[in-house]
Nanobody, 125 residues
Framework: QVQLVESGGGLVQPGDSLRLSCAAS????????FGWFRQAPGKEREFVGS????????YYADSVKGRFTISRDNAKNTMYLQMNSLKTDDTAVYFC??????????????????WGQGTQVTVSS
């Protein structure tokens, strides 16, 4: 069984930075791609970014490209989301997820099997 636990959310001002973490339990962490999604109030969950199993490949939503960076530490079974230049539109619950198929990176929510409980990020002045 795989469990994902996000942490690092909080209340920040526009222009600030935050780093989210996603700690994974279970085996074979390094063989799976992981991703970040977010859900704002009244909106559907949307793709933020994903990272391949080796960490060499990452995809980002256009809305966060250049501001957010995904990384992973396979030795620690942890994925990160560094968020810089935060905007009020970034306010949402952020979820990390693990894909179903090994060595397959994806932007599609349906390709993810395991999810964390989410961490709230609020950007407000």
């Amino acid at each position: 069984q795989v469990q994902l636990v996000e942490s690092g959310g909080g209340l920040v001002q526009p222009g600030d930075s935050l780093r989210l973490s996603c700690a994974a339990s279970g085996r074979a962490f390094s063989t799976y791609a992981f991703g970040w999604f977010r859900q704002a109030p009244g909106k559907e969950r949307e793709f933020v970014g994903s990272i391949g199993s080796s960490g060499l490949i990452a995809y980002y939503a256009d809305s966060v490209k250049g501001r957010f960076t995904i990384s992973r530490d396979n030795a620690k079974n942890t994925m990160y989301l560094q968020m810089n230049s935060l905007k009020t539109d970034d306010t949402a619950v952020y979820f990390c997820g693990r894909v179903r198929t090994p060595y397959t990176i994806s932007k599609l929510e349906g390709d993810y099997t395991y999810w964390g409980q989410g961490t709230q990020v609020t950007v407000s002045s």
